[in-house]
């Protein structure tokens, strides 16, 4: 079974860092992309950062430079740094991971996990 615990949210003066992690226990996260997602009041979730199976990166334009996504493989963690944090990064934070298993039939599943969000505020 997956399951994905997020912790690090908090509040904030803008300006500052917090560090975001998700830790995701089962034995998929090897193979697995895993994005933190977020958000905001009155807004739809938007991806702001995920990382691949193999380390590579993906940011929302709004958070580059200012976000770093990494993960360590013998944790099973990702995490999510954020500096330079503004008002506007106010939000509910989503652990996500992503992985795919393929039968010996040859169809491929797709599968699909969420944490249970962690609160970020930032305040001016």
């Known amino acids: 079974q997956v399951q994905l615990v997020e912790s690090g949210g908090g509040l904030v003066q803008a300006g500052g860092s917090l560090r975001l992690s998700c830790v995701v226990y089962?034995?998929?996260?090897?193979?697995?992309?895993v994005g933190w997602y977020r958000r905001a009041p009155g807004k739809p979730r938007e991806l702001a950062a995920q990382?691949?199976?193999?380390?590579?990166?993906n940011y929302a334009d709004s958070v580059k430079g200012r976000f770093t996504i990494s993960r360590d493989n013998a944790e099973n963690t990702v995490y999510l740094q954020m500096n330079s944090l503004k008002p506007e990064d106010t939000a509910v934070y989503y652990c996500?991971?992503?992985?795919?298993?393929?039968?010996?039939?040859?169809?491929?599943?797709?599968?699909?996990?969420w944490g249970q969000g962690t609160q970020v505020t930032v305040s001016s």
């Open positions: 089962g034995s998929i996260f090897s193979i697995a992309s």
């Open positions: 996500n991971a992503q992985w795919k298993a393929a039968q010996p039939t040859g169809v491929v599943y797709e599968y699909d996990h």
């Open positions: 990382i691949t199976s193999e380390g590579s990166t």
